[in-house]
């Protein structure tokens, strides 16, 4: 029997590099020089490929490291011959010191066990590992509270073979430019950061933001900022005259499988939920919750074919959708389709179709990427 063809999957992610560089560039650019970046990278570059993304970021300029989550993220990274600054954004397990120092990890520390953990597994090795101190300042996720971050900075000698290096906090409303608590946060994290250089310390990098934060608050880039979603091309909130502009860099596309005629008061798909209120051309699409189009978009969703925007009928199966292709014309089995990306003058972007499914771009991208072949633009 003959190997299947690459591409027998009609779904397909498309992946283009170019923006994801695009938009580092131009993230870069709305900072000072003296504020580099941190892209993060987890979760498969949040559905957009781990190494090939890692690969484009890290020979860009003003990335300071890559922030990821997991050991086995550093692994895969560090096989692949990633060999900058790999930033474990939420800690390590118990059990995982050696490996942080067999792959050169830093170490974001979210408590004093973690600090124990690592001061003991460098002790005699010869090798400091560099830390950054998480806070928590109003995240209620990881960190230190910070008057334990102060207490442990005030002592940091008890951890001789741990490098201090960075302070850090997480912002938990940024998308909301106009949240009062934004602002609370910031002078409640300056006010840790003075206390903690009348200790004695001054830490070599102090972070706070994501995306959202480094474009809405230009007092919470401090020299570090850890942008995920805008590298991928969306900041998560409104729009404002500070926004850069980003290029989505996921896009997701499908054929049709089958297309019919079918009459008015037709019930269409599982639950008899979709009906057309007059006679209609009503085609397949091969792609469902499966693929990581969410159920959530059943009778809400839509995609665009030749540039049409076509309605989404019924409730999204396992491995297909049926969509309203009556106004697309010339329309015929093995037409592309666009669920996310545009199709001449048309576009769907993640947030919309997100918004339609009742989530996030980031949930979806995550989804969706991770469950589709994908190819990476331009071709090499
Ligand atoms: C600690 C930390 N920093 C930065 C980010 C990036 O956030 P965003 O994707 O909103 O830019 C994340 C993402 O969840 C995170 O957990």
Redesign the pocket.
């Known amino acids: 029997m003959t190997a299947p063809p690459n591409d027998c999957n009609p779904n397909l992610v498309k992946i283009d590099l170019d923006a994801l560089t695009h938009n580092a560039r131009a993230l870069s650019a709305l900072v000072s020089e003296t504020t580099q970046l941190m892209p993060?990278v987890k979760s498969d570059a949040y559905g957009h490929g781990l190494l090939e993304v890692s690969r484009r970021l890290k020979n860009e300029d003003n990335i300071w490291g890559l922030?990821i989550s997991t050991i086995s993220e550093a692994y895969t990274l560090r096989r692949a011959g990633i060999d900058g600054r790999l930033f474990l954004?939420s800690g390590c397990f118990p059990g995982e010191e050696d490996a942080v120092m067999e792959l050169g990890l830093t170490v974001g520390v979210v408590s004093v066990q973690m600090l124990n953990d690592l001061q003991q597994a460098a002790f005699g090795k010869s090798v400091q590992i560099p830390i950054h101190v998480k806070v928590d300042t109003g995240m209620g996720r990881y960190g230190l509270e910070p008057e334990d971050a102060l207490q442990v900075v005030s002592e940091r000698k008890k951890w001789p073979d741990l490098l201090f290096q960075g302070l850090y906090t997480?912002m938990p409303v940024a998308d909301q430019r106009d949240d009062p608590f934004n602002l609370r946060q910031i002078q409640s994290f300056e006010s840790l950061i003075r206390s903690m250089r009348l200790c004695g310390w001054e830490p070599e990098y102090i972070h706070m933001a994501?995306?959202?934060g480094l474009v809405n608050f230009p007092q919470a880039r401090f020299n570090l900022a850890?942008?995920?979603?805008?590298i991928y091309g969306h900041v998560?909130g409104q729009k404002s005259s500070a926004s850069p502009e980003l290029k989505p860099v996921l896009s997701f596309e499908s054929r049709i499988a089958s297309v019919r005629a079918m009459g008015a008061g037709t019930l269409i798909g599982y639950g008899r939920m979709g009906r057309l209120d007059k006679n209609s051309l009503v085609a397949v699409v091969p792609a469902g919750y499966d693929d990581g189009y969410m159920r959530s978009l059943s009778n809400r969703g839509k995609i665009l074919v030749k540039g049409v925007q076509c309605n989404i009928l019924g409730t999204i199966c396992m491995k297909a959708f049926m969509v309203d292709v009556s106004a697309v014309p010339d329309v015929a089995v093995g037409d592309r389709v666009v669920m996310i990306g545009r199709s001449g003058e048309c576009s769907i972007t993640a947030d919309e179709l997100a918004s339609r499914a009742g989530t996030i771009s980031?949930e979806l991208m995550c989804l969706i990427g991770s469950r589709n072949r994908r190819i990476y633009l331009p071709v090499q």
Request: aromatic letters at 8%; zero cysteines; a positive charge.
């Open positions: 993060v922030g954004l997480h994501n995306s959202a850890r942008p995920g979603i805008g998560p980031y």
